[in-house]
């Protein structure tokens, strides 16, 4: 008894040293992290790439470094608040989760097949007219790409049907479970990553459908394969990022439902999805590798079947991760600051 009471007490201590690092540390460590990272960015050459690219690049990296630092140093105390809370009730979200990924298809008589169907679906429709029909593959080839054009389809769209589903839930999490919010006790912060990590069950199935097909024409798991792990996570970390802010502003402003849509439809066609990204000209390319999702299409192609890893791309995986984290702090901060309202406007 004495030492499993010994054991409890050096857990709860180990837990409230967590809890109560001192700001000036963390920001200590925060601010030493970005100066280690700019100066990395700054002293990083390629020399295969376009000086006047890389120099933009540099440019872009450092001001949202910046940016981000500001943010950090002046809103610190309310971001913390957060993170803080999604850690504290991480077995309740993975309750919720699994719940709430049950119950979206219960009464129907196939249950959560249908949550499998219409993605397939779309995928063979897509493959159907633009293999079939129009003969995209043939532009691929001319292009360099020499993989089964189903392949580098449904590379593309397994990931944008992970990120479209989890932000539309995400979006309409505080809306749909109203009661909850209303609710004083009960900490409302969870919600959207409820809605995200339900969308994961699903994405998880189509990563192995994904798999399925690449070993069918012949590109079987390998070490780069682990890569879809890492990719996947920076898909939720992004998707939940963008949810916090659109979430809580939904509340206040119905429409966002209908331009989410109306953006996510162009965002499909903005992302070489379809395409290839080598098809843009020099000028081009840089402009459309701003859209995060093309860092995360681009990192589930290397890792079924151009076996390449994530820390080749320096200069595009700096830029996914400081561009993300910008988002998380300033979604952080819109959720905070209109989350006292919630309950008034439901």
């Not at 981000?68 to 850690?87: A, H, N, Q, S």
């Not at 959207?192 to 590109?219: D, N």
């Not at 830029?319 to 309202?341: A, D, E, M, P």
């Amino acid at each position: 008894m004495k030492a499993v009471k010994k054991e409890s007490d050096v857990r709860s201590g180990f837990k409230m040293n967590i809890k109560h690092i001192p700001k000036k540390a963390v920001m200590t460590a925060f601010y030493f992290l970005a100066f280690i990272l700019a100066g990395i960015i700054v002293t990083h050459h390629n020399p295969l790439a376009d000086q006047g690219t890389e120099l933009m690049k540099k440019v872009m990296a450092c001001i949202l470094i910046v940016f981000t630092c500001v943010i950090f140093g002046i809103f610190y105390d309310r971001l913390v608040v957060l993170p803080k809370e999604l850690l504290q009730n991480k077995k309740l979200i993975w309750k919720l989760a699994k719940n709430d990924f049950k119950k979206r298809y219960a009464g129907s008589y196939l249950g959560m097949i249908w949550a499998f169907v219409q993605p397939i679906v779309t995928v063979v429709m897509y493959w159907i007219v633009f293999d079939r029909v129009f003969n995209t593959r043939s532009q691929l080839v001319a292009g360099g790409i020499e993989v089964p054009y189903v392949l580098y389809l449904t590379a593309g769209l397994v990931p944008w049907f992970y990120f479209s589903e989890a932000l539309t839930n995400g979006t309409t999490a505080l809306m749909e479970y109203n009661y909850l919010v209303k609710k004083v006790v009960f900490k409302i912060s969870i919600l959207p990553i409820i809605k995200v990590i339900a969308a994961t069950f699903i994405h998880a199935f189509f990563v192995v459908v994904l798999l399925l097909i690449s070993i069918a024409y012949g590109y079987y798991p390998s070490i780069y394969t682990l890569q879809i792990f890492y990719y996947s996570f920076c898909e939720f970390v992004l998707v939940l990022a963008i949810s916090y802010t659109t979430c809580a502003i939904v509340v206040f402003f119905r429409d966002l439902q209908q331009i989410i849509g109306i953006v996510l439809q162009i965002g499909m066609w903005a992302t070489p999805i379809l395409w290839d990204i080598s098809m843009l000209s020099d000028k081009m390319k840089p402009l459309f590798k701003l859209n995060p999702m093309v860092y995360i299409v681009n990192g589930y192609r290397s890792a079924v079947y151009e076996q390449e890893w994530f820390f080749e791309h320096f200069y595009s995986s700096t830029y996914f991760w400081i561009f993300t984290i910008t988002l998380f702090c300033i979604g952080s901060l819109i959720f905070k600051r209109l989350k006292v309202h919630f309950a008034d406007v439901m």
